[in-house]
């Protein structure tokens, strides 16, 4: 074999050497043991993380529509009865102000609450049976919403 071959393959040999120690000496640490991937007296590596706008931007919750609200106003639905439309499997909600006392009754679904003069009834359920209800006060015999639910 001649010398200079000889010298090519130490240096090629030598040039690998430097690479490994390299490599183990700059590899990452795992998070478990970070000062154990560092020699004593290193500066503690940083890592850069580059995101793209889309990345970087939160996605945007879609807004909660706005619950239905019936004023009852000397026992009278203010502006008329309500028309609250959805979709069969949809959650319906209502809520109902009102400054008489009576019982609020979702015909069709069967549903009761009691309403305090002054005071407030919230409904929240699922729209599980199609259909047109009236939404009354019980008592006073009043409508104060209509309820479609399309199927």
């Known amino acids: ?7 090519r393959l130490l240096l090629l040999a030598a040039a690998l050497v430097v690479v490994v120690v390299a490599f183990v000496v700059l590899r990452p640490g795992s998070e478990d043991h970070p000062a154990s991937t560092q020699p ?14 889309e990345a970087a ?9 706005p619950i239905p609200t019936v004023r009852i106003v000397d026992g ?8 609250i439309a959805v979709q069969k499997g949809e959650r319906i909600r209502l809520r109902v102000v009102s400054d008489v006392a009576d019982e ?6 069967d549903l009761k609450k009691d309403v305090a003069a002054g005071g407030t009834a919230s409904f929240s359920f699922p729209a599980s049976i199609d259909g047109r209800f ?3 006060l ?7 919403a209509s309820l479609e639910v399309n199927p």
């Open 57 to 65: 931007a939160p996605t945007p919750k879609p807004k909660a529509a």
């Open 104 to 109: 609020i009754h979702v015909h069709g679904y």
């Open 1 to 7: 074999m001649s010398q200079s071959r000889t010298q």
């Open 134 to 136: 009236e939404v009354e």
């Open 40 to 53: 004593a007296g290193a500066a503690p590596a940083t890592t850069t993380t580059t995101t793209t706008p």
């Open 138 to 144: 019980e008592h006073a015999g009043q409508q104060i």
């Open 76 to 83: 009278k639905p203010a502006g008329g009865v309500k028309k």
